[in-house]
């Protein structure tokens, strides 16, 4: 038996998204109940760390707009999906709020084995603006130093571990290392949680050996864009390696067997320190009833798999 997460937002039901667009009167009660609904299923899945599903999150960033240096702007895609995010511009030089943004966005119903999903300060930088950090590797820095204080938040409030979502590094053909290591060391040095830096929309196969000499705990996967053959190249003797095994890009429900003979493959050959699973990226993708079985298939495939 492995670990196990998932990550990201969770798709809305029917019924939540037509009162979301009606703002009816019972629509807090509903995100309620759907934000209740996939805790629950996470636990009877018995995944190894639970999260919140972020249903009132129109996207990963958009909580850092009550910064009160912050202005929401203009919507834009997210790389090629069909669906949008809103651009921040940071108009201050202060980002550093009051350290408790992401966890006041969270449920409050989390079990003590929670974790918590935050953009990385890359992505960040690459896809927000910034009216007094000009330079990248200036807002990126500054940006990082901003969510070291809304993770210190988090640890000090139970969560074992911290998502750090990095789809730019995948996405971006040219990645400078240099920036994305010093912005990583901000976030990571002394802190007493796990931090897990998720690679997705891009295969990152050639990226590898830069992703490992980068100063997290360990590194997420999504094997659809990058092939399981271009890690198994690598060891990852001293880092946790998560395997980004179900697929949200599709409503195919995976077969836990097969899925189970991957992982203890990948693990054979890469000898982790740890061994997770998880969804590739975000389940928002694919109707509720899809992600539910997605969530029990990925405890299923975790109970299966041979512990490293």
Partial sequence: MISSYTFGIYPRSEELIEATRKNTENLDSLFQSETEGYISAQKNANLGFVSDPLLKWDDIFRPFSNLSEVTPTALNRIYEMNTFYRVLSFDGQDLVGGGNIVQSNLDSSLPKNKTAA???????????????????????????????????????????????????????????????????????????????????????????????????????????????????????????????????FNTAIEKPQECIKQIDEINAKTKPKESYVSNNFDLEYVPKKFAMNKISILGEIARGAKDV
């Fill in 118 to 248: 935050i953009p990385e300060p890359f992505t960040f930088a690459e896809l927000h603006t910034s009216n007094k950090f000009k330079r990248k590797e200036d807002f990126t820095i500054n940006l990082a130093k901003m969510l070291r204080v809304e993770i210190d938040s988090l640890v000090e409030s139970g969560f074992e571990a911290i998502q750090l979502l990095g789809p730019s590094i995948a996405y971006n053909k040219e990645v400078d290392f240099g920036i994305v290591s010093d912005a990583l060391k901000i976030i990571t040095d002394g802190l007493k949680a796990k931090t897990i830096l998720h690679t997705y929309f891009g295969d990152v196969s050639k990226k590898i050996e830069s992703l490992l000499n980068l100063p997290v705990s360990g590194l997420g996967f999504d094997i659809t864009t990058t092939p399981a053959s271009s890690i198994e190249k690598h060891s990852f003797s001293d880092k946790i390696l998560t395997v980004g095994i179900i697929n949200s």
